[in-house]
């Protein structure tokens, strides 16, 4: 999984999502805007991040191994069981 580039700073935070709470958007094909990044925690549970324009397509997050966001770049999410998580943005 990749990192966020040095240099961007934090900007917000989305409330803590579980398998029943997480937004529609989320689950579906969508992007940042244009230089904003993003990482996925997981606090609990396991989360399905399927990065849509990568050869590296998919990857199972978990706490621990949170998924980075990269700008206008096509994903979604999708629960495995129970899960409990957030993420944060930065620019």
Known sequence: MKS???GVEFYRRTPEFTEATIPAGLRRSHRTKAGVW???TVLE???LYRVLE???GE???NAGNPG???PEVR???EPLGSVRFFIEFYR
């Open 75 to 77: 994903h979604e999410v």
């Open 38 to 40: 993003g990482r996925i």
């Open 54 to 56: 990568s050869p590296e």
């Open 68 to 70: 980075i966001v990269e």
């Open 59 to 61: 990857a199972t997050l």
């Open 45 to 47: 549970g396991r989360l």
């Open 4 to 6: 966020l580039p040095p």
